[in-house]
């Protein structure tokens, strides 16, 4: 039976993974996005692996209501936490024919031809840091490539409340920056591994060596996904193309709509949705 075209939906415990989706329709344009935030329960990175496996196979049910037939995890923590259970023991029951990815795979796929010392640091929230999945993928691709992490429970909010612009968020960020840089001091790549992160780029680099390449996800994964869509034509032939971009949240839409400005560059108009 011939699937509905629909649009390609686009996840995140909050406000980050607008990073991601800006830049995917940087290199997408033409097709439509749904985009849902949980931000009733953000944030998730302190959450366990169970309630974060439920809260993003809520959001991929609710995704698939919508008719979506691809579904990207914007989010580092449930890509950690919740992708490889939700693809493997759900889709084949729930979803078959339809896909969901994540932002870990693309970017460590990449991460090893940036650098030349084989070492790189990845700065996270503490969920991601501790599921350890950025060195286990790494590894899988570059075996030879060493790997420092570092959480850096500040950031987020920092961001979050607007003040990642402002001196104080200079205290927090140099102090990871040193801690990080001073268990790895051959690092030359430095991965930003949350979705967050690239608001903080211009004050994270006053504290990098010259030598230290900063990368954020959000290119690595539109890039990656421009690839999926050439590989995989029968997923590429139920994505809608009709341009445009919808905004869901759990949580207030005012409340969303002030703080997505911060992350997407554009004003948005947003509705509220409940996910169970």
Not at 116 to 142: C, D, L, M, Q, R
Not at 161 to 187: R, S, V, W
Request: hydrophobic content about 35%; proline content about 5%; charged content about 15%.
């Amino acid at each position: 039976m011939q699937q509905q075209a629909a649009p390609i939906g686009i996840f995140d415990s909050g406000y980050g993974g607008l990073t991601v989706m800006q830049e995917i329709v940087k290199a997408l344009p033409q097709y439509d996005y749904i985009y849902l935030g949980d931000n009733a329960r953000t944030p998730y990175g302190n959450r366990s692996f169970d309630t974060i496996y439920e809260y993003t196979l809520q959001a991929v049910n609710w995704f698939f209501k919508q008719g979506c037939q691809l579904v990207i995890l914007a989010c580092n923590t449930a890509s950690a936490k919740a992708l490889r259970t939700i693809q493997q023991k759900d889709l084949p029951i729930i979803a078959p024919d339809r896909r969901v990815l994540g932002v870990i795979r693309p970017t460590t796929e990449a991460i090893g031809s940036f650098t030349h010392t084989k070492e790189v640091g990845i700065v996270a929230t503490k969920g991601t840091v501790n599921s350890n999945s950025y060195p286990i993928e790494i590894n899988k691709f570059f075996p030879q490539v060493k790997v420092y992490q570092h959480a850096c429970p500040m950031w987020v909010p920092l961001v979050e409340n607007n003040e990642h612009e402002k001196p104080g968020a200079d205290y927090f960020i140099q102090q990871d920056i040193n801690a990080l840089l001073t268990a790895g001091p051959n690092i030359d790549v430095l991965l930003l591994g949350c979705t967050h992160y690239p608001l903080l780029k211009q004050k994270i680099k006053q504290y990098l060596p010259a030598q230290v390449q900063l990368l954020a996800q959000g290119e690595i994964v539109a890039q990656s996904l421009v690839q999926y869509l050439q590989r995989h034509p029968e997923i590429e032939a139920v994505c809608s193309k009709n341009g445009s971009r919808s905004f869901n949240t759990t949580d207030d839409t005012t409340d969303f709509d002030n703080h997505a400005v911060i992350f997407y560059g554009e004003k948005i108009d947003s509705q509220h949705v409940i996910l169970s």
